[in-house]
Structures are given as C-alpha cells and as structure tokens.
C-alpha cells in the first residue's frame, strides 16, 4: 500500500499533467481554427484551377504529343511516394494513420517488384517510417521553422518533385496526407500527382461543351500549368493536414484531460481510504492502550 | 448586353477579390487584354503585369506575377500565382520579385548559354517587372 505522502505527490503531479494537456487543447482548438479558415480560402483556386485543369486535358487528349507530366512515361516502375506528416507528435493517431497508409502502399508495390522512393515532409513521418522503409528515403522537407504554411513552402517541395521527374528518377508520384473531415475524424489519403490524375469535373454539360479559344495555344498552356497542378495538389495537401493535426491533437488532448481526470478521482478516493485507515488504525491502538491499564 | 460580369480574382491561399465589373484589363502572355461582359470564351496564361478591375465603385489594381485567366461571358476567373493589390505592395516585396526574376535569368544563362529560348524568356520576364515598377513608381534597384 502507498504512503499518504506518495499518493499525495501522485495526485498533484497529475493534476499538472491535466493542466498542461487542458492547454494544449486550448491551443490547438484555436490553431484549428486558423489552419480550417486557410484550408477553405484555400479551397477557391484548387476548384476553379482543377475545373480548368480538367477542360484542358479534355481537349490536348491522349495524343502523344501530350506533355509526359500529364500521360506519364508509359512505365510505373519507380514510384515516388511523397509521405506528409506533421512536425510534432501528441496528436494522437495522425501521424500513425498517414504512415501505416504509406507503408501499405509501399509493400504492395515493393511486392510488384516496383522501386521504391520516399519523400518524406514532416519530421514525424520519417521517425516512424524510418525503421522499415529507411532505405528507400531519397530526400526529407523540413517544415519545423515554418509556423504558417504558405503556397511557397508547397512549390518548393513541388519543385523538388518535379526536377527529379525531370531527371527520370521516377515514373508515377503519390502524395500522402489527411483530408480534415471533423474534428474526430480525419481520413489518411493518397493522391496520384504524377502523371496528372484528371479530376471529376462537377460542371453540367453545358459549360463542358463551351469551346474556348486559348492563348497561346493548349499545349503551351498545359505545360506551363500542369507544374502548378502539382504545387497546388501539395499544397492543399499540407492544409488539410494542417488541420487534421490540430483537430487530432484537440481531441487527444481532450481525452488525455479527461482521462487525468478519472485518475486524480480514483487516487483521491485511495488517498481518503488510506488517510482513514491510519486514523482508525491510531485510534484502535489509544483505545486498546487504554483498555489494558 | 448585360453591363457588368463576375469577377474573381484567387491567389492559392485566399479569394482576393469577387466584384461585378465593367471592365477588366488584363496582362496575358501575348499582350494587355481588357475583357468586357459578354466575352467569347477563353483561356490564357499571364505574364508579370497590372491587373485592372473596373467596377461600380471605381477601379482597383492589382500586381500580378504570373498564373492565368478563365474567361467566359458570364465570368472573369484569374489563378494568379502572386497578387498585391498595387496599394499595398512595398518596396521590399517588389525588391523581393525583381530578384527572383534576376535570379532566373542568371541561373538560365548558366544552364542554357547556346540556347536562346529560356534565356529569352527569362530576360522577358526581368523586363516585365521593371515594366510593374515604371507603373507602380517604384525603381528596379
């Protein structure tokens, strides 16, 4: 049985811990919010630019002439798996669920007998992928300086993408985040940016059919786009990660809070027993004492 | 003839702008445009430039560094890459463009010396901001 003494350090350090996870999830409440209002301002250009990415694509086709980040290099050999996690851990099963997905994928492919490469953006990623998938790291973006995720922290890591596609190091590239849904669910995703996946356009027909005139012509202004395609993948990438990590870091926090809770309860309940035992325990022996003179 | 269209302009990380406007002036890649409502439609890219939105309340300008437009003739959409309302721009984000732009063209006269195409367009895109500063007052050094 404890001593009065220890259970009451016990309790107090508890009750601390409580209070350090009630501010994180204050903290990560209000940080939520901020990265969920940057996701939706955000979300505009990704619509409006995938509407137009779709409308183009429809009308360059699947000719050869097409550019190569749009019909692939005809081979899916090297896949390049660009892995994002967050920067700190605390945050209950994010960065778990973004890795477990990644590693997934990666021993599908590796049991393909395809090539490998990772990128991993985020420190916490490469930690967990680091035991098993190590060898196959290829580069690593730091973001810990980076207190705001802005469009040229995503072209920067686009560009680090798209040179070594230049160079041929890999045919197909993947990205892997998590898109934010509520605060207790954020869905770990993958997203093929390499060749340039085409999305579901929501337009009616009728603005489908509309032809447009293209200056210069379509292919000029696919190549010049398709690279944007790319950065503007990630980077909404990032923002929804953004997101889902502080809502899963709010209610980590909250369960954590709620559970340090439930024990300060329990451990009051045995300091009182104790406390009273020794009372009982004094009085039984003044009393017997007592008793034999 | 409808007298204003719908204007959007969006950066990637927010909506800058959404009026109904008159008139909008746009710098594509092949030359200042101005687009009215009822516009065939088109889609073109956009070179470092001034972008002029005139609406009701009178006429906004914005700094525009690259991207491009969706024109149709009920909608005025611009993607651009960058976009300071002309305002609000200081003398060190400008400084910050004209350098990028340098940059460029130094890094392609390295990579490409016997190719003139991407020297060319770097060196295009150099004269292009010093065209933005001429028009905003601001010098190229």
Same mark, same amino acid.
């Given at each position: 049985m404890p001593s009065l003494k220890d259970l009451k350090s016990r309790i107090s350090s508890v009750k601390s811990t409580r209070k350090i996870t009630k501010a994180m999830q204050m903290v990560a409440a209000a940080k939520l919010r901020r990265a969920q209002e940057a996701a939706e301002m955000a979300r505009p250009y990704a619509e409006r630019f995938n509407a137009v990415m779709g409308k183009l694509a429809a009308s360059v086709g699947d000719n050869d002439e097409a550019p190569k980040l749009l019909r692939g290099t005809g081979s899916d050999e090297v896949q390049l798996l660009v892995v994002m996690t967050a920067e700190r851990g605390l945050c209950g099963g994010f960065n778990g669920n973004i890795a477990k997905l990644a !590693? /997934?994928?990666? =021993?599908? @492919? %590796? /049991?393909?007998?395809k090539t490998v490469k990772i990128i991993t953006v985020g420190k916490k990623g490469r930690d967990v992928l680091k035991r098993d998938m190590g060898d196959h790291f290829i580069h690593h973006v730091d973001l810990t300086e980076v207190k705001n995720i802005g469009y040229a922290d995503a072209q920067g890591i686009a560009r680090e993408v798209l040179d070594r596609f230049d160079e041929g190091e890999f045919d197909v590239a993947k990205i892997f985040y998590s898109t934010f849904q509520n605060v207790v669910s954020q869905i770990p995703t993958m997203q093929q940016v390499i060749p340039f996946d085409i999305p579901e356009t929501e337009d009616d027909a009728a603005t489908a059919d509309t032809?447009?005139?293209?200056?210069?012509?379509?292919? +000029?202004? %696919?190549? =010049? @786009? @398709?690279? !944007? +395609?790319? +950065?503007?993948a990630i980077f909404s990438g990032l923002l929804e990660n953004g997101a889902s990590e502080q809502g899963a870091r709010m209610s980590a926090m909250d369960n954590a809070t709620r559970n340090a809770g439930e024990m300060i309860e329990d451990l009051t309940i045995e300091y009182n027993r104790t406390r009273q035992a020794v009372i009982t325990n004094e009085l039984i022996e003044i009393i017997s004492g007592a008793e034999a003179l | 003839m409808a007298d204003t269209v719908q204007f959007d302009l969006v950066s990637p990380e927010r909506l800058l702008s959404s009026v109904a406007a008159r008139e909008v002036q746009i710098p594509s890649a092949e030359g200042d445009m101005t687009a009215m409502p009822d516009h065939a439609p088109l889609i073109t890219t956009l070179r470092p430039g001034i972008l002029k939105v005139t609406s009701d309340k009178g006429t906004d300008d914005y700094v525009v560094t690259g991207g491009f437009a969706e024109i149709s003739p009920t909608g005025i959409s611009v993607l651009a890459e960058q976009a300071i309302p002309c305002a609000d721009i200081t003398q060190d984000q400008y400084n910050a463009m004209v350098k990028e732009a340098n940059d460029a063209l130094s890094k392609a006269q390295e990579v490409f010396a016997n190719e003139a195409g991407p020297v060319d367009e770097a060196a295009k895109l150099v004269s292009d901001m010093v065209a933005i500063g001429d028009e905003i007052g601001m010098s190229a050094r």
């Open positions: !590693r /997934a994928e990666a =021993q599908k @492919l %590796l /049991a393909e007998g032809l447009y005139d293209y200056e210069p012509d379509e292919a +000029a202004i %696919l190549a =010049q @786009l @398709l690279p !944007r +395609a790319v +950065a503007t | -």
